[in-house]
């Protein structure tokens, strides 16, 4: 590089402050490159510098070879995979983004997708995720946020199962469990009860879930009836695998999309894709 400089600018001088260099240092630097190859590469005289033959052939295959060494680093770059971390609760990934992120990748398949499944709160300045799809009622800090779908709770059973004979008493529950940190507006059988003026007898069959795919699964499974986020069993009530069993709703949080206030356009389109992706699938029933 050093040869490539002075040979272009004939100047040691001018070479030498592109280096950073002193002109009496670079000046060594070259006799010593002479010296390995036991090749004059430049005429010195009192107030100028010129190429050898020796130098100028040396010169077009230099400047030839760093050429195609930039044009790689460029294709490398180009042709480089970028990580990209979505992080999201562990329903609406398997509902809404595993099903659907072969398209995804399609769509920018320069970029290796991450899904990284959780409840708990989201740290975007860490640095570890691109977008945050969560569930909450709003008010986030030091992100940009922006709500992305409104949910509510609705009591689900299997399809084979008879609403005009069901037996509130007797039918069994089956309860998702947050956890109080998590807790959506604390949705649950007991309070949805007590506003239709009913009571869970004692006795009555109760199965708690921590894992809302397992309460979904459960009810699949023809196990019991399930408060359940609409949004999270949208594609089992559209295909017939599940049915709503009460007209009797409960508001519940909302999704929102966070990300930080600097978010690329690779952020901005993968978020765009998700709110065409959802607008194309959900319904409500």
Known sequence: MA????????????????LFLTPTALSHRIKKLEQQLNIQLFE????SISLTPEGEYLLKHVQSGFGQIQTALFQLEQNKQRLFTITTTPSFASEWII???????????????R?????DLVNMTSGLYDLAIRYGSGGY???????????EYVAVGH?????ATMNWTTVPLIHFTWGDEYC??????????????????AGQAQVFYTQESHAIQAVLSGQGIALLSRISIANDLQHGRLKIVSPCVETAWNYYF?????????????????KEKFSQNFAHE
Not at 99 to 113: K, V
Not at 159 to 163: C, F, V
Not at 258 to 274: G, H, M, R, S
């Open 3 to 18: 040869f490539q400089h002075v040979a272009e600018q004939l100047s040691f001088k001018k070479a030498a402050d592109q």
């Open 44 to 47: 010195r005289r009192t107030r």
């Open 99 to 113: 099903p659907y992120l072969p398209e995804l990748q399609s769509r920018f398949p320069n970029i290796m997708f």
């Open 115 to 119: 899904v990284h499944a959780s409840y």
């Open 141 to 151: 800090q030091d992100v940009d946020a922006e709500l992305f779908a409104v949910d």
């Open 159 to 163: 399809p084979s199962l008879d609403i």
């Open 184 to 201: 959506p507006n604390r949705v649950n059988w007991q309070k949805w009860f007590e506003k239709q003026g009913l009571h869970i007898q």
């Open 258 to 274: 966070l990300t930080l206030p600097d978010a690329d356009f690779i952020v901005n389109e993968v978020k765009q894709w998700c």
